[in-house]
Every structure is written in structure tokens, then in C-alpha cells.
């Protein structure tokens, strides 16, 4: 089996396990108790904001790691790579900060909240978007990659940063996955995360080989352009 | 019930906000990335069998 076919069947997976965790989420995980014991409707919002901010580190760190591949092999190919990782950590920061905002105007009552998290995170998401303004400002292909993998691998920096800070640094924001027996989550509460989670993974895969085999049909058409014209 | 109602109403526009926001994202990313494939694929065959018929025709 090819990648791309993989890619697919990785695809309707992270579909049907994100589907299935988004029913979960609503007829099965228990709800949250508020201190007062009124239910915390807004809390299911965590079971999919915290996936999609998982995956963003985490398709973040392919950034940093074919930024370091491109530097040490001057491999074109690192550097397509790199920038769909990009690409792909873009999305999911986007969906993370607009979820996380519509949580936060519920639980806090405001839209945002300078405090660690959100600020660090706030830096991360200028840095994934300053990472495509560098692209586009430098003409030169090979100077292009070079400074975009020395940039996405810096810009990477703050991704553990904005991970640890709530157990750094004094901050409101909930430490998730805080540890012990089942991080403070009722099994319910607990799989239906567990499960949204790898959806998102999944999908995250899915989406860089998509857009990765996208890079290179484009390549290939280019190719048989150039044999025609020729 | 009345007091699952008065906490769940005022927060589900936000709940609903959230989860329609991932949802129309995914779908959307997908079908997009999914079009686009399929136009480039489209392309590809068209320009293999140019280049097939120059080839033809040269030889």
C-alpha cells in the first residue's frame, strides 16, 4: 500500500474516531460540576480544544525537525516538508485559538485573558503566521529555505513553552493532562478525550500527506509542462 | 431541571459555536485539499497524453 492510500485510510479513521468521540462528548462523558454544583456545559468544549491544540505542537515539532533535515542535507524535499507542517500546525492554532477564545468567554466572562498560556500560545500563532510572511518576503529559492528552517526551528521553541507554562509560571488556565491515575478525568471523560485525541492525530497525519502528495503532483505537472513546451 | 437548563442555555451558543467551527473546518479543509487533487490529477492526464501524442508524432 502506497502513502497516499494510507494517508486516506488514515483519514476516514481520525473521521470516524473524531466523530465518534464528538458523540461521546455529549451522550456518554459525564459533565463537569461546577464548585456550586451547577453543570459546566462549556467544558465539553475541552474534549475537542485540547486534541487540536495537542496536534498543533505536535505537527509543529515536524516544523523544527525537516528545518533541521533541510539545514544539514540542503534537501529541497525537507523544506516542501517543512513548510506543510507549517502548513498543517496553522490550522489546527487557528481552530485552537477560536475554540479556546469561545471557552474562555464562558468560563472567565471575558474573550481573553493576557496570562501565560494564552499569551505564549498568542506568540506561537504569530510565529506560525510570521514563518509564511518570511517565505513570501524572500525571493531567492535556496536563501528562502535556509532562513524559514533557521526560523521554524527557533519559532519551535515556544511550543514546550506554552505546553509547561501552567505548571511553570502561576497561571488561570487549567492544566490539562496534569498526571496521576487518570489526570483527574472520570473514565468516561477520560477515553472520550483519549479517543478525540488520536482522532486528531490521525487526521493531522492525514492532512500533511494529503497536502504533501498535493506538493508533488504540482511538482510533476510542472515537469510535464516544461516536456511539452520543450 | 430547571437549574440544568439555566446553567446548559446560556453557555451552549458558545458550545455550538465551537464544535460548528471544527466541524465546517475539517469538512472544509478536506474537501478543499480533496478538489484541488482532483483538478491537478485532471491536469496530469491531460498533459501525459500531449506529451504521449508529441512523442507519437516525433517518432
Redesign the interface.
Known amino acids: 500500500m502506497n502513502r497516499t492510500k494510507i494517508a486516506r485510510l488514515v483519514l476516514v479513521l481520525g473521521g470516524m474516531l473524531t466523530t465518534a468521540a464528538f458523540l461521546m462528548t455529549f451522550f456518554w462523558a459525564n459533565p463537569s460540576l461546577l464548585p456550586d454544583g451547577r453543570v459546566d456545559f462549556s467544558q465539553k468544549i475541552f474534549y475537542f480544544h485540547v486534541p487540536v491544540a495537542e496536534a498543533s505542537f505536535l505537527v509543529f515539532f515536524f516544523t523544527a525537525l525537516y528545518g533541521v533535515k533541510f539545514l544539514l542535507t540542503k534537501d529541497r524535499r525537507y523544506d516542501m516538508r517543512a513548510k506543510i507542517a507549517t502548513e498543517v500546525t496553522l490550522f489546527f492554532v487557528l481552530l485552537t485559538m477560536a475554540t479556546g477564545i469561545l471557552w474562555t468567554k464562558v468560563a472567565w466572562g471575558v474573550w481573553w485573558q493576557w496570562e501565560p498560556r494564552l499569551t505564549t500560545y498568542f506568540i506561537m500563532t504569530l510565529l506560525v503566521i510570521a514563518y509564511f510572511v518570511l517565505r513570501n518576503s524572500v525571493e531567492d529559492e535556496e536563501k528562502r529555505a535556509v532562513y524559514a528552517a533557521a526560523f521554524g526551528i527557533l519559532a519551535f521553541i515556544d511550543a514546550p513553552i506554552s505546553f509547561f507554562i501552567t505548571r511553570w509560571a502561576e497561571s488561570i488556565h487549567p492544566v490539562v493532562l496534569a498526571g496521576g491515575k487518570s489526570s483527574g478525568l472520570e473514565a468516561p471523560m477520560l477515553i472520550t478525550f483519549i479517543i478525540a485525541q488520536i482522532g486528531m492525530l490521525m487526521l493531522g497525519y492525514a492532512f500533511y500527506e494529503m497536502r504533501l502528495h498535493e506538493e508533488e503532483l504540482k511538482e510533476r505537472l510542472e515537469a510535464l509542462k516544461v516536456k511539452v513546451g520543450g | 431541571m430547571q437549574?440544568?437548563y439555566?446553567?446548559?442555555l446560556p453557555?451552549?451558543p458558545?458550545?455550538i459555536?465551537?464544535?460548528g467551527?471544527?466541524?465546517v473546518?475539517?469538512l472544509g479543509?478536506?474537501g478543499l485539499?480533496?478538489s484541488?487533487?482532483n483538478r491537478?490529477?485532471k491536469?496530469?492526464s491531460v498533459?501525459?497524453a500531449?506529451?504521449k501524442r508529441?512523442e507519437k508524432s516525433e517518432s
Open positions: 437549574d440544568v439555566s446553567a446548559v453557555q451552549a458558545y458550545v459555536g465551537a464544535y467551527l471544527i466541524w473546518a475539517l479543509y478536506v485539499v480533496f484541488r487533487l491537478i490529477e491536469e496530469i498533459v501525459e500531449a506529451v508529441r
